[in-house]
Every structure is written in structure tokens, then in C-alpha cells.
């Protein structure tokens, strides 16, 4: 008889899910972080050449139209912090076509908020104590780490320095796959999930800054201290070998953001993938003025995977894809 | 055949990878937070039985294999070739050769159904079912009595495997034997 009805979580595990999100939503109303709810379709989708977008066809008051299921509800959030929200969160329901694995589903809840005024010190801070809050036991203490120096570490090499020629022949020779055409950024993404990223959040909570520039996604850029290369102001918090959050302090100008979703749909062609309507709404709030801050996206599902000690994502959902 | 993408693989999926015909068991997707993705697999070689991981990057594509599991009986021997006939009805018979049958030859009965697994046509892999029903054609004779106590001793089934069996068990008795393991499981 089949059972391919039956929810892919346990009911119990539900019950602490539902816990879970109270928790969440308790330690933003301490903070004064205040809820939203923002669209899953979208006029706009995400240009990021490494997201598939899913699209539909649906009545608006505009007519037939193609919408947008959002990859993530950062947008319209930065959209509401350019009207003037002030500090907001949302748990969002975000689709990523096909992402699908033990640490992936198709839709899931991203937990996202926004600080204006705080910058990307005091925004890890907060991403420590939210996760230390989800997780019911002590994870043990945050280590930031720059990017360069993992690589160092990890790998003997540095990440922005090393000829692409090593770093694809290092890169086949770990991931077991021909990296012989992979542009630069391919293969830093392949030691860095392969290699690296495993070993981290075993002692605590590591969080990895300074990423490589071309890898800003919708961040600033600084420079580093060291020498004066260019880095993206962003960092990404993991716990047992899981990444769990991406923060930035987030672009405000409107004119490189233009830029940056030209250059992705310019990718896309190149690369025979898709191109996805730009969401020029938030090119006008951008031009309107984003206040300055930073920003936060962190996979939910994943953090109540950690915190209930399950062994995949599909454990503390409902309904897996497979199921739903 | 068709191309697969990497997100069209899924377990079952009979793809083609460096020339020999693989079975996909697991398909798992990684990814840093932002960047490339890749898709880490583990995959059946269908030709030699070896289960390895391979990595693609996310959106690289495998040629599909035209791969079939069918019910097949076995018929005959000839010592050169093995023929089975397809149970569908359709009476089809396909001979194989020593190497495709592999270990299975010996759990080789006339009538009983294996599946028999084809590759552009041509048979790859036979394997048995679970289990198996074979006399005994060679043992030591059974102690009386002793159904009881522990121990065992060889016994040689009529396809020609050796299996450790109860000291009660006699020459000319039909057995249960599990093929995956080579063990006696009861008298039939």
C-alpha cells in the first residue's frame, strides 16, 4: 500500500517546527524588527545567472502577464525599506528551480530581514544570536574568517592571486570532473563547497567574509586591508558543514545595480540560459534612495534541520516536493 | 537517445558515461550560498556493478542509455551461449554470452524467471531472483535425528553452487537458497 500521502515530517517534528517559528518571531519583536508579508510573484525575478527563476503566465489587472515566482523576497523588502519601513523581517516562501538534494527543496522558507543604519559587524552579531536562539543547544562560539584565509588554510593557495590554470587543475582533481574551460569563480565555488565548506561550524558558528568581488551578488565592494583588492562586503554563516545565512551590507546605488542585472542577463545569453525581466520598480526605489544597511537571507528549514538534529531538509517540511 | 540534464536525473535513469551504460542511484545538489552549482552523483556502472560518485556541474548533460530490465526465462545451454526467452508473451529469445551472466550461472534453473537487463538490444547483466528452489546433488548423508543442533557442511546444488546447509539435510532434497548471499534459507 502506499503512503506517499503521509506528510515527510513527523507530526511531533511539526509541533517543534511551529515552536521554532515562534522563537524566531519572539526575538524580533524584542528587537523591534517588525513582520512582513511581500509577493511570491513578481513582475521582476532574480537575474543571478547561478538561480533558476520559474515563471507563470497569469490574469492581472494588466491583462494576461508573465509573473515572476520569487527566488527570494529581497526586492520588495528593499523596496519597502526604501518607502520607509524601517528594520523588517519576513519568513517567505521562495522557489528555486532545481534545487534538489538532502539540503534543498524546490520552494522553502527563507527567513530575510533588514537593518537600516546597522552595519555588517553588527548584523553578524545578530545572525549569531538568532541561530544560538533557533538551536537548543549552545553551538559554541562565533569565528569570522576572510575568505582568502580559509583558502589559505585550507587549500595552501590564495584565492585571488592564484593562476586559473592551478585552480582548475586543483579544482578537477578535488571535485573528480573536467574544469578545463570553468571560468575562475567556478572553480573557487567548487573547492569552497567541496573542499572547504564541509569542515566548517564544527567548533561553533564559523562565518566566512570578504568574499571575492566578482562573487558581490547585490553587495558593496570594499577594499581589502591587505592589499587593496577588491572584496564583496557579504558573509555567509555556516554550523556543521551547512551554510545557513548570506548577509550583505547591500548595495544602495541604483546605477550599479543596473549594471549588475545587465551584465547577468548578458551571461545568460552568453550562456544560452534564460533571460529574466528585470525588476525596474526596484531600480526606481534604489534611484528613490535605499537607506544605507545590511541584510540578511537565511534558509529556515535548514536551521530547524540543525536545531531538531534531522538528517535532511525534507524531514522538518509538511511536504517535500516529492510529496507535495 | 535523449540528453539528460543534470536536473532531470533521478534514480533509475539509465545514462551513458565514459562509453559504458550507468544506472543513477542518487542525485544530490551543491552549492555555496552564491556561485556555481554542481550536482554530486552516485551512479551504478551497469557493465562491471560498480557503484561511484561523479560530480557535474549543475546544468551539464549525459546522453541517456537505451536500457532495459526484462523478465526472461532461462531455456538452455549450448557451452557457448546462455538463451533465455522473454515472458511477455512474445516468445523473444536472446542469447548470452559468459560474460553477461556473470556469477548468476551458478544459480542458472530451466523455467525460473531472471531479469535480464539489455543494452542497445544486446544482454549486459543477468540476475537471479532473491530466492531460488535447487536440489541437492552431492552431500554427505544426513545425520538422523540431528535437526536440532548446530553446525553445517557443503551441499552442491543441481546449478552447481555450494552452499553450507544443516547436517540433516540429504542428497536429493529441493532447497530455499537466498542468491544474494549464497545461504540456505529451508527446505523447500
Known amino acids: 500500500m502506499t503512503v506517499d500521502w503521509q506528510p515527510t515530517a513527523e507530526i511531533a517534528t511539526l509541533h517543534e517546527r511551529a515552536r521554532l517559528l515562534g522563537e524566531v518571531r519572539a526575538f524580533f519583536a524584542e528587537r523591534g524588527v517588525w513582520e512582513v508579508e511581500t509577493p511570491v510573484l513578481g513582475h521582476g525575478g532574480s537575474t543571478d545567472v547561478q538561480l533558476a527563476s520559474l515563471s507563470c503566465e497569469a490574469a492581472t489587472p494588466a491583462g494576461r502577464e508573465r509573473l515572476w515566482l520569487q527566488t527570494s523576497p529581497e526586492f520588495h523588502m528593499k523596496r519597502l525599506l526604501a518607502a520607509g519601513s ?29 537593518r537600516p543604519g546597522l552595519d555588517l559587524e553588527g548584523l553578524i552579531a545578530e545572525t549569531a544570536a538568532l541561530i544560538r536562539r533557533v538551536l537548543s543547544s549552545d553551538p559554541g562560539p562565533v569565528r569570522c574568517r576572510r575568505y582568502r584565509e ?17 585552480l582548475r587543475r586543483l579544482a578537477a582533481e578535488r571535485g573528480g570532473l573536467d574544469m578545463a574551460q570553468a571560468p575562475r ?9 567541496f573542499v572547504i565548506e564541509p569542515q566548517l561550524g564544527w567548533e561553533g558558528i564559523d562565518v566566512v567574509q570578504d568574499y571575492p568581488a566578482s562573487q558581490a551578488a547585490l553587495a558593496r565592494r570594499h577594499r581589502d586591508p591587505e592589499d587593496g583588492e577588491w572584496v564583496a562586503s557579504r558573509f555567509e554563516a555556516y554550523r556543521q558543514g551547512l551554510e545557513l545565512a548570506n548577509g550583505y551590507d547591500e548595495l544602495t546605488d541604483a546605477e550599479e545595480q543596473r549594471a549588475r542585472f545587465d551584465e547577468d542577463n548578458a551571461e545568460r545569453r552568453a550562456q544560452g540560459l534564460p533571460e529574466v525581466d528585470v525588476d525596474r520598480r526596484l531600480l526606481a526605489a534604489l534611484e528613490a534612495g535605499l537607506p544605507a544597511g545590511s541584510g540578511v537571507a537565511l534558509g529556515l528549514d535548514r536551521l530547524i534541520q540543525l536545531a531538531l538534529a534531522k538528517a535532511s531538509v525534507a524531514e522538518v517540511m509538511a511536504f517535500a516536493t516529492p510529496r507535495a | 537517445m535523449a540528453n539528460y540534464s543534470t536536473n532531470e536525473f533521478k534514480g533509475g535513469l539509465k545514462v551513458m558515461l565514459d562509453g559504458d551504460p550507468c544506472a543513477i ?27 561511484g560518485e561523479r560530480t557535474f556541474k549543475s546544468g551539464d548533460s549525459l546522453e541517456g542509455a ?5 523478465d526472461m526465462e532461462y531455456l538452455y545451454t549450448d557451452g557457448d551461449m546462455w538463451y533465455f526467452m522473454q515472458t511477455d508473451g512474445s516468445f523473444e529469445q536472446y542469447a548470452v554470452e559468459k560474460k553477461a551472466l556473470g556469477d548468476t550461472d551458478k ?10 537487463t539489455l543494452w542497445d538490444d544486446k544482454a549486459i547483466v543477468v540476475s537471479a531472483p532473491n530466492f531460488i528452489e535447487l536440489e541437492v ?17 557443503p551441499a552442491t546444488l543441481s546449478s552447481g553452487a555450494v552452499v553450507r546447509v544443516p547436517l540433516f539435510i540429504n542428497q536429493g532434497e529441493v532447497l530455499k537458497v537466498d542468491t544474494r548471499t549464497g545461504e540456505y534459507v529451508s527446505r523447500a
Open chain 1, 86 to 114: 524601517g528594520p523588517i523581517f519576513q519568513i517567505a516562501r521562495s522557489v528555486r528551480d532545481g534545487e534538489v538534494g538532502g539540503r534543498h527543496n524546490l520552494e522553502f522558507s527563507m527567513l530575510e530581514w533588514y
Open chain 1, 185 to 193: 569563480d567556478a572553480c573557487l565555488d567548487l573547492l569552497m563547497s
Open chain 2, 107 to 116: 544459480w542458472l534453473k530451466e523455467q525460473v524467471v531472471y531479469t535480464v
Open chain 2, 137 to 153: 546433488t552431492e552431500t554427505d548423508p544426513g545425520l538422523k535425528g540431528d535437526t536440532a543442533q548446530g553446525g553445517s557442511k
Open chain 1, 150 to 166: 580559509l583558502f589559505r588554510d585550507y587549500l595552501a593557495l590564495d584565492p585571488f592571486r592564484e593562476p586559473l590554470t592551478g
Open chain 2, 66 to 70: 537505451d536500457v532495459l530490465e526484462l
Open chain 2, 25 to 51: 542511484l542518487e542525485n544530490d545538489y551543491v552549492k555555496p550560498g552564491k556561485g556555481q552549482a554542481f550536482n554530486r552523483v552516485k551512479l551504478r556502472n551497469l557493465m562491471t556493478g560498480r557503484v
